[in-house]
């Protein structure tokens, strides 16, 4: 495959490349679906392709429409974890919830749904966030004797974060995994420091430094100049 170049057993993780998080959708990833070209090039020259999407009941817990008294990225309990509480999106069955109509999706060996359970979410592909409750992923990758895991897509700053940090761990020995920052796209690129994309009305620069979900320093990421912090340390990163 592409990203390293070097004989070992890879596998492409392409996360929740959904209808709900592109354009028209109702969590949008600001030019979430411009990096599906580059996606499926990827799903192409892979050896095991997994794609994971959120796959929601209709009242899960993380909505603000569930928990009365709260909106759309207030801060909420979920399962006893504390996070941000979402637009209803990707709910089973659903519009939303198919994958972009131009993602190769046809070349998957897995899909992996994720978020099923109405009282918990599940950022990562690999674990609940109760950072317990495995998905099973790491198994079947194991099972198919995977010694390295590169991943791609929506959101760089939730859902390919958290299954980055949480891939760490688990590669052990030869195994190793990679994030392709050019395939990727953040929920809210200002901030990391991605000025592309105009920041909303009071959104200071205290509330982006003390944003929970935000692994970056603010700042620190100038569209091109991309730093790791400690909390997600891929054993090896892409820019591109």
Not at 46 to 52: D, E, F, G, H, Q
Request: proline share 7%.
């Amino acid at each position: 495959m592409v990203l390293i170049g070097c004989s070992v057993l890879e596998a492409l993780l392409v996360v929740d490349v959904q209808n709900d998080f592109c354009s028209g959708g109702s969590l949008p990833v600001p030019e979430g679906e411009l990096i599906v070209p580059l996606a499926n090039r990827l799903l192409e020259r892979s050896a095991i392709r997994v794609l994971t999407a959120d796959w929601h009941p209709p009242s899960h817990a993380s909505f603000a429409a569930s928990q009365p008294g709260t909106a759309p990225f207030d801060q909420g309990a979920v399962g006893g974890v504390i996070q941000t509480l979402w637009p209803v999106h990707c709910v089973q069955g659903s519009h939303g919830a198919e994958f972009h109509p131009q993602l190769a999706s046809n070349l998957a060996d897995l899909i992996l749904r994720k978020g099923i359970r109405p009282e918990l979410d599940s950022y990562s592909a690999f674990y609940e966030n109760d950072r317990q409750t495995s998905t099973g992923l790491d198994g079947y990758l194991r099972g198919r004797g995977v010694d390295a895991v590169a991943i791609v897509c929506l959101a760089l700053d939730h859902c390919v974060a958290w299954s980055s940090e949480d891939a760490v761990p688990l590669t052990v020995g030869d195994r190793w995994s990679a994030l392709w920052l050019q395939c990727a796209r953040p929920v809210w690129p200002w901030k990391l420091g991605w000025n592309w994309v105009e920041r909303p009305p009071g959104d200071s620069a205290s509330q982006r430094a003390n944003n929970r979900d935000s692994i970056y320093e603010t700042g620190i990421m100038q569209e091109q100049s991309f730093r790791f912090l400690t909390t997600m340390r891929p054993n090896y990163l892409h820019m591109g």
